[in-house]
């Protein structure tokens, strides 16, 4: 009896000293007389229940404004603050929210945020409504965030909720409360500010959240009037496909190197203490991957392997790595640029054999029409490294390599054709 009896004693000291309302000024408080003491001393025990220290929470109503349980007397505050006064009475829903922003860590389980709206009787019938709380909730699936290799981000999803605690199923807060997101070390789209009301799984808010982190430690940050908390968010390491080109000729004439790095979330490389196997397929189109198997020996964070084209479909590449995988899509393109550049050669280098001093008087149209198909074989032979030109295969592919191969193989094999043309005919 003793304990209840200071309890109620105290409530009323709280209840003559007032609430106070968020100084809107350093110069200015507003002090509320309070009307209803049942009130205050139902939210004082509510609090003592949950064993909360006057310096770790925040007690507020809707409009912000603070209501404090330790209040000095009108004669003891300070001269210099300017004070008024407003009578009400005060609702039977308070904010409690922690008195500094908190850090936490997303969890996949849907659990209760520190921070609550506290919920008193209307009067002091035990009949009447329970005291109880609201608690926000926010559950984040998958944790760790799991890589999207098609979109270039990681994926998680983020359900915020209030979970009502002896309250009716159909509970609702005296006012909606906003909450909204910000970021800290990651790139991602901003999200609208989110609105909760009502209590319940039916009611929660789900948001998709893709995100690149730029900095070791991500932060989503909550900002709401019920709390104020830091998420680190965690992300699973992943592998990165870098091709040179996104693009080669198709056909087999062309082929493309590409890298295989492991990263931590937010780019750097994964330097693992372990040996790591990886296969390398092609999903869709054709090319042929060499190697088709990849090993990253121990530290290594780096793998390359060749892709072949072969076709004129698009290639899809994707590359697994126990749980890590990654996919890019190579252009297989028709020849067009090059294989115009060795046609023209090829008339060139044709057309240049009539003009020797010791050219026969062979058709012009014979010699370019050698030269053409001497330089389209040349430069395929040039492209897969086969030839005597000594160029390598990736200038013979250009444009410019194309032409200097189709000029010189048509002048040549226009030459040679015309040699064994001579010792070929008859009385030669």
């Known amino acids: 009896m003793d304990k209840i009896a200071s309890h109620q004693v105290h ?21 509320m007389r309070v009307e209803d003491a049942a009130r205050i001393i139902q939210l004082q025990q509510i ?28 004669e003891s505050a300070p001269e210099t603050a300017t004070r008024t006064e407003a009578h009400g ?5 308070f904010i409690v929210r922690p008195a500094e922003t908190l850090t936490l860590r997303l969890t996949t389980e849907q659990v209760d945020l520190p921070g609550g709206v506290a919920v008193t009787r209307t009067d002091d019938s035990e009949s009447d409504e329970p005291e109880g709380w609201f608690h926000p909730t926010l559950a984040a699936s998958p ?16 359900s915020l909720g209030l979970r009502g605690e002896n309250l009716p199923s159909n509970a609702s807060l005296q006012q909606p409360v906003t909450v909204q997101f910000g970021y800290r070390g990651l790139i991602a789209d901003p999200f609208d500010a989110v609105t909760i009301e009502h209590a319940g799984v039916e009611n929660e808010v789900h948001l998709e959240f893709l995100f690149l982190p730029t900095g070791a430690q991500p932060v989503l940050e909550l900002r709401s009037a019920i709390t104020d908390i830091d998420f680190q968010i965690e992300a699973m390491p992943r592998i990165e496909l870098r091709p040179v080109r996104d693009s080669m000729m198709g056909l087999g004439l062309d082929e493309v190197q590409v890298r295989v790095l ?17 296969t390398v397929e092609v999903t869709t189109g054709s090319a042929v991957p060499e190697p088709s198997e990849l090993i990253f020996r121990e530290g290594e964070s780096q793998a390359v392997f060749r892709l072949r084209s072969q076709g004129l479909d698009d290639a899809t590449i994707r590359v697994t790595a126990g ?16 294989l115009l550049a060795t046609l023209v050669g090829g008339v060139i280098g044709g057309f240049s054999r009539r003009f ?64 064994l043309s001579k010792r070929l005919s008859p009385g030669s």
């Open 262 to 278: 492991r990263l931590q979330p937010h780019g750097a490389p994964a330097n693992d203490e372990t040996n790591l196997t990886a």
């Open 323 to 338: 749980a890590h995988s990654d996919t890019r899509i190579i252009q297989q393109r028709f020849p067009t640029g090059p």
């Open 11 to 31: 409530g009323f000291v709280v209840l003559i000293a007032a609430a106070l309302l968020t100084a809107t000024t350093s110069a200015q408080e507003t002090i």
């Open 89 to 93: 009475r005060l609702e039977n829903q």
């Open 356 to 419: 020797v001093r010791n050219a026969n008087g062979g058709s012009t149209k014979a010699r370019i029409a050698e030269g053409l198909a001497v330089a389209v074989i040349a430069y395929v032979a040039g492209v897969l490294g086969v030839g005597y030109l000594g160029l390598p295969a990736a200038v013979v592919g250009t444009e410019a390599g194309a032409f200097l191969t189709g000029a010189l193989t048509g002048f040549a094999g226009v030459t040679v054709i015309e040699v």
């Open 143 to 158: 944790t760790p965030a799991v890589w999207d290799g098609a979109l270039r981000r990681y994926r998680m999803r983020l």
């Open 47 to 74: 609090l003592e229940r949950r064993e909360l220290e006057e310096d770790e929470v925040r007690i507020t109503d809707f409009e912000g404004r603070v209501i404090r349980r330790d209040l000095p007397t009108l």
